[in-house]
């Protein structure tokens, strides 16, 4: 890994409100860790770093430190803390260290290719493991490593083992068989739950109606001779009636004698 440039300015006061006022004015905060020296104060411009960072796919690379009035080092971004709403870079922590001392670091580890388990057969992409732990001399350090993936289907995954490294010069700590990526059958749809007007219908009980006897069944009477009967009944009613009906007519229509 090729070093680059990062400047800053040394800084004496420590504290949230001095801290704040340095990030009003366009500058972040920082601390370089060292084995060989206390810890020191520095500042950065903001911008410049923001710039300087946009030119790198990670944060773990070697720096050419330099702080004004001290001698230049060697260094590495440790960590960079970032405003949970806004993402601004609020914190800045950096470590010096020695080219001829190894170190253990975290690389990144970046996909590429697009799996015809996904392009072919509708399965998903699952990333598993982000980054992967060495380790060897900061001159060796890898800004990433690069995975094609594109060769996988439905089923099949890569782990750490089929991350490519130059063995003589870097040691892979993190476990072979880790799995860092695979592609996943495609997720069934899930059931709807069911609403709660649908759940208060389920929940209601059965109203079970009584049983309408059939034709044939002992005390029964089929539908069209019951209505049958029910008519002979009124037409034999109004057959008695009718002559009871013409008497008290004739009746009323006689002359009465005088």
């Known amino acids: 890994m090729k070093a680059v440039a990062l400047k800053a300015e040394p800084r004496t ?3 949230k409100q001095p801290a704040g006022r340095l990030r009003r004015s366009g500058s972040v905060p920082g601390v370089v860790y060292g084995a060989e020296h206390k810890p020191q104060l520095v500042q950065l411009n903001e911008h410049d770093l923001v710039q300087f960072l946009k030119g790198h796919t990670s944060e773990h690379f070697l720096l050419d430190l330099e702080v004004t009035g001290c001698p230049p080092c060697k260094a590495l971004i440790k960590e960079i803390q970032r405003h949970s709403v806004s993402h601004r870079i609020v914190h800045v922590d950096l470590n010096a260290i020695s080219m001829t001392r190894k170190l253990r670091i975290e690389v990144p580890v970046k996909l590429v290719g697009e799996p015809v388990g996904v392009a072919q057969q ?3 992409v699952d990333h598993m493991l982000r980054s992967v732990l060495v380790e060897c001399l900061p001159s060796d350090i890898p800004e990433q490593f690069v995975l094609d993936i594109a060769a996988l289907n439905v089923g099949e995954r890569l782990t750490v083992a089929n991350v490519a490294v130059d063995k003589a010069k870097i040691n892979v700590l993190s476990a072979a068989d880790l799995s860092i990526v695979a592609v996943a059958a495609p997720r ?4 709807v739950a069911p609403t709660a007007a649908e ?6 009980p059965e109203v079970l109606t009584a049983k309408k006897p059939e034709e044939g069944e002992e005390g029964a009477a089929p539908a069209g001779k019951e209505a049958a009967g029910k008519d002979a009944g009124k ?3 109004g057959k008695a009636a009718a002559p009871a009906a013409d008497a008290a007519k004739k009746g009323a229509e006689a002359p009465k004698k005088k």
Not at 188 to 191: G, I, L, S
Not at 199 to 204: F, H, N, P, Q
Request: glycine content about 22%; proline content about 0%.
């Open 13 to 15: 006061s420590l504290g």
């Open 188 to 191: 069934a749809e899930e059931e």
């Open 199 to 204: 759940g208060a219908a389920a929940a209601e």
């Open 235 to 237: 037409k034999e009613a």
């Open 122 to 124: 509708g399965g998903v």
